[in-house]
Nanobody
Framework: EVQLVESGGGLVQAGGSLRLTCAVSGVTVDNYAIGWFRQAPGKEREGVSCISRSDGSTSYADSVKGRFTIVRDNAKNTVYLQMNSLTPEATADYFC????????????????WGKGGLDTVSS
């Protein structure tokens, strides 16, 4: 059984940092594209970052480029999202998800999802 468990979120002031953890079990992370997504209150879920299954290349939404970093730790079967210089607009539920058939993280094609966790950035 595949399980993804997010942790590390919470409440932080604007300008602060959070590191989210996605612990994966049941599969080996380097065989999957792994993405972070978020859903703000009243808005649709959007992609934040992705790390590919093939060469480990990374991609980011324009809104987070230069501030967020996705890292995969194969030994721990875990993916992290380091979020710096946070703004109140980053307040959302954050989810990690995996995809087996391709190296990108297109929202509608992810295979398994974590349950997510709320991160709140206060102004």
């Amino acid at each position: 059984e595949v399980q993804l468990v997010e942790s590390g979120g919470g409440l932080v002031q604007a300008g602060g940092s959070l590191r989210l953890t996605c612990a994966v079990s049941g599969v080996t992370v380097d065989n999957y594209a792994i993405g972070w997504f978020r859903q703000a209150p009243g808005k649709e879920r959007e992609g934040v970052s992705c790390i590919s299954r093939s060469d480990g290349s990374t991609s980011y939404a324009d809104s987070v480029k230069g501030r967020f970093t996705i890292v995969r730790d194969n030994a721990k079967n875990t993916v992290y999202l380091q979020m710096n210089s946070l703004t109140p607009e980053a307040t959302a539920d954050y989810f990690c998800a995996i995809r087996s058939d391709r190296s990108d993280c297109e929202y509608g094609y992810m295979d398994d999802w974590g349950k997510g966790g709320l991160d709140t950035v206060s102004s």
